[in-house]
């Protein structure tokens, strides 16, 4: 038995137009209209979506899907979307099978590189991309020039950037903050540490750029227990989904926001080469 909601996204249904069919009671169950997401369903029921040409109706298989995770490294100039007309995308670099996997956890902007994670398993999404649930994730930017004492009290207690990402006055744009963030130099080079909870779109982009600094470099390391650790860009590895999946707090020492030690891939872990069919 499982639940309305994830059978329905593993459909490929759009989030906005389900949302509108259970609204708009468009939603049937059974004959009976749906009143809830979380509605449990079973092999062999049926569901039936909108109504007249463009209804839609489907029986309840009894596959078993192995629900799996990829751990990718996203170069930068790469999109994370399924399609895009201008840009190449993240699922052109896998191979076939999993190319209709639908779910990714936490969008990387193109200009941005780091650790993305794809799965099969709908209801993941949701719970590690909504504010409530509070995964951290770990970033490490170089900026163009030091962080003044000022500048870093500023970003940690928050501004308010417009639409064009430059400073704004209170209530005049949208409030951004980075409550956790260490600023160092290492070999001349200007590091920011910096762990999100909740991420607006391009939130630390948006908030250097509001106090004139300028990204040279912008890669997430970690989402919550996951980290790049050996992959390299391009690279990516499949995994099994661990029993303790809900426990998404990163290690001790990273909440720290120390530099991670180097991970030697073991036996059991297999690393892959993603193969682009265009030029890098």
């Known amino acids: ?22 609204a708009t009671q468009n939603l049937w169950l059974n004959g009976n209209h749906a009143h809830n997401f979380r509605q449990p369903i079973q092999p062999w029921d049926i569901i039936r979506l909108g109504s007249g040409d463009t209804q839609r109706v489907w029986e309840v298989g009894t596959e078993v899907v192995a629900h799996k995770l990829i ?6 100039g790469v999109i994370v979307s399924h399609s895009d007309g201008h840009n190449n995308t993240i699922f052109s670099l896998l191979p076939d099978q999993y190319r209709q996997w639908r779910f990714f956890v936490w969008r990387l902007d193109k200009d941005s590189r780091g650790l993305v994670i794809l799965t099969n398993k709908s209801d993941l999404v949701h719970k590690w991309e909504h504010p409530s649930f509070h995964i951290p994730k770990r970033y490490v930017v170089r ?27 209170k209530g005049e744009g949208e409030f951004l903050k980075l409550p956790h963030l260490i600023y160092r130099e290492v070999d001349g080079q200007h590091i920011l540490d910096i762990i999100l909870t909740e991420g607006k779109k391009r939130h ?46 990163l290690p001790p020492s990273i ?23 265009w030029k890098r």
């Not at 751990?71 to 930068?76: R, S, T, V």
């Not at 050996?230 to 809900?246: R, V």
Request: hydrophobic share 40%; with cysteine; glycine share 2%.
């Open 1 to 22: 038995m499982f639940a309305l909601w994830p059978w329905l996204q593993s459909q490929w249904l759009a989030r906005r137009k389900i949302i509108d069919w259970l």
């Open 71 to 76: 751990l990718f490294h996203k170069p930068e």
């Open 143 to 169: 900026i163009s020039k030091p962080l003044s004492k000022e500048d870093a009290e500023t970003m940690k207690k928050g501004i308010y950037v417009d639409d064009f990402w430059r400073f704004a006055k």
């Open 204 to 249: 630390i982009r948006r908030v250097c750029r509001g106090l004139n600094y300028k990204i040279l470099d912008l890669v997430r390391t970690h989402i919550g227990p996951y980290a790049l650790w050996n992959l390299k860009p391009w690279a990516f590895q499949i995994m099994d989904i661990p029993a303790n999946i809900d426990n998404l707090s």
């Open 255 to 277: 909440q720290k926001i120390h530099t991670p030690p180097e991970k030697k891939t073991t036996s059991r872990s297999r690393v892959w080469w993603a193969k682009p069919k």
